[in-house]
T-cell receptor
Framework: EPEVTQTPSHQVTQMGQEVILRCVPISNHLYFYWYRQILGQKVEFLVSFYNNEISEKSEIFDDQFSVERPDGSNFTLKIRSTKLEDSAMYFC?????????????FGPGTRLTVT | QKEVEQDPGPLSVPEGAIVSLNCTYSNSAFQYFMWYRQYSRKGPELLMYTYSSGNKEDGRFTAQVDKSSKYISLFIRDSQPSDSATYLCAIETGANNLFFGTGTRLTVIP
């Protein structure tokens, strides 16, 4: 069964450093998302991406964040200058088409620890 | 006002019990309602989604939406220890993103 994959599973970085989190969405999916979950808190929407551009973004997704689809399979989230409060699980998700955003499939997550 | 609110639990039941998990939501315009299951340190796994009102059944799981009271429920029949996880309700806002509840941690005791 196809699934969303994410690398690395755990990333430790120092405050102020740049990190890139990588995702490979399900191959025939067209919509891609990043969510984050701070320990003990809700899963929160960050950004959605379609046709090589951002569709929607939340207030959390400020200028420190960017997303990119550098090739036909990868989808990345870059945090330019990490802060302690960026420590969280980051989940990538995808769905097949515009009408099926209720059917998002999530990856296993990358745990980001900022020290 | 929060988009979706969920009883945080935790909830502990004996094996074989019927489990009821609940959420309320704020905006009557929401149309799609989802239930995800999340094991510890894993990604949310889509269990089922429901459009508008009514019930949807999948094996031991039944999702129910009451739009008049803005209430969504997930029932698990004959609960098993393998059902022990955190259950997240979510709504699709119509803007290609999901709002999640806080999650209810369920433990099924053998």
């Amino acid at each position: 069964e196809p699934e969303v994959t994410q690398t690395p599973s755990h990333q430790v970085t120092q405050m102020g450093q740049e990190v890139i989190l990588r995702c490979v969405p399900i191959s025939n999916h067209l919509y891609f998302y990043w969510y984050r979950q701070i320990l003990g808190q809700k899963v929160e929407f960050l950004v959605s991406f379609y046709n090589n551009e951002i569709s929607e973004k939340s207030e959390i997704f400020d200028d420190q964040f960017s997303v990119e689809r550098p090739d036909g399979s990868n989808f990345t989230l870059k945090i330019r200058s990490t802060k302690l409060e960026d420590s969280a699980m980051y989940f990538c998700a995808s769905n097949r088409d515009r009408g099926s955003s209720y059917e998002q499939y999530f990856g296993p997550g990358t745990r980001l620890t900022v020290t | 006002q929060k988009e979706v609110e969920q009883d945080p639990g935790p909830l502990s039941v004996p094996e074989g019990a019927i489990v009821s998990l609940n959420c309320t939501y704020s905006n009557s315009a929401f149309q799609y309602f989802m239930w995800y299951r999340q094991y510890s340190r894993k990604g949310p796994e889509l269990l089922m989604y429901t459009y508008s009102s009514g019930n949807k059944e999948d094996g031991r799981f039944t999702a129910q939406v009451d739009k008049s009271s803005k209430y969504i429920s997930l029932f698990i029949r004959d609960s098993q220890p393998s059902d022990s996880a955190t259950y997240l309700c979510a709504i699709e806002t119509g803007a290609n993103n999901l709002f999640f509840g806080t999650g209810t941690r369920l433990t099924v005791i053998p």
